[in-house]
């Protein structure tokens, strides 16, 4: 997947070679966790961490209590210490995936690397349209709007040109103003905000690229081109099935109210739009399902980002 992204950064045209290189020192630097940290079976630590913490079978109050109280001298023990950055910051077990801006670390719990989102048995244009999008999108969160801020050790600084970051600002206005036109069924008319959603949306954009392009490159590399079967009784390409499963791992609906409420205060897009809008930036997408120019699937004005 990193090699992938290194390939888009480097056929970024608007980019400056110094940033571009910086950017790819960056993608090298970027640490990965899966699953779960090495801690979690040393048995020692974990006595050490826990110890002020004790189990009432028969008042799980008292457990509560317990667990917090334990919580806050831990806390408490770590002040004045050398600060220690550990990019998990949530259990293993949450269905999520998320990248750390102070590591630079993409974290993929365990609990996402099941059921749809990846299977080791399953074809790989599934478990690449399903978790490898999700890798690339975290990949992509260290060059948005934030992650552009944060250079490789994970300090706050200034490491690309100016010319790049306004070329950069120039850039994403397109997917703001894209992405505030979506209007949402079952609001009374109310739209998207773009510059809410931002973020999410470049991540979600170059993700789906980063992980085609990745899939193409496995294609090629160690299967000599060779496509993969088809899944029995579908007509359709593992290019297809490709974007198929990029989208159905994440299909949702919701109440009316809290769809309201989700427009206002979420920086994820409601899924109702979220994967048209991503698709209709797509040319990968387009030409696998021949959509026509001009069609919905296909406009002719797309936004681009890193390319």
């Known amino acids: 997947m990193k090699k992938s992204f290194k390939k888009i950064i480097d056929a970024t045209i608007w980019m400056s070679n110094f940033t571009k290189r910086a950017s790819k020192e960056k993608i090298d630097k970027m640490g990965v966790e899966v699953g779960y940290p090495e801690e979690i079976y040393n048995d020692a630590l974990l006595n050490s961490v826990h110890k002020q913490f004790s189990i009432t079978p028969e008042s799980p109050f008292t457990t509560a209590v317990s667990m917090s109280k334990a919580e806050m001298v831990r806390e ?88 790049d970051v306004d070329k950069f600002e120039t850039k994403t206005q397109c997917f703001i103003d894209m992405w505030s036109n979506f209007t949402i069924p079952g609001t009374g008319g109310m739209k998207n905000n773009g510059e809410l959603t931002l973020n999410e949306v470049l991540s979600d954009h170059e993700g789906a690229r980063i992980s085609y392009k990745a899939y193409r490159r496995m294609i090629e590399k160690q299967q000599n081109g060779k496509e993969e079967k088809r899944l029995p009784g579908l007509p ?23 769809k309201k409420f989700w427009i206002q205060n979420m920086v994820h897009p409601l899924s109702s739009i979220r994967f048209v809008g991503l698709l209709q930036n797509n040319e990968e997408f387009a030409d696998t399902w021949n959509c026509p120019v001009g069609s919905r699937m296909n406009p002719a004005d797309k936004c681009t980002l890193y390319q």
């Open 236 to 258: 359709y390409t593992p290019n297809q099935l490709f974007f198929i499963n990029l989208v159905q791992p994440m299909c949702t609906n919701i109440r009316n109210d809290m």
């Open 76 to 163: 408490a023990q770590l002040l004045r210490e050398p600060v220690f950055k550990d990019p998990w910051k949530e259990s293993p077990l949450i269905v999520n995936a998320r990248y750390s801006l102070d590591t630079n670390t993409i974290i993929i719990h365990s609990g996402i690397l099941q059921g749809n989102m990846y299977s080791h048995g399953s074809p790989k244009y599934m478990n690449y349209g399903a978790i490898g999008v999700i890798i690339g999108h975290e990949i992509t969160h260290g060059f948005d709007i934030r992650g552009r801020k944060f250079d490789k050790e994970g300090r706050k600084q200034a490491w690309w040109l100016q010319r």
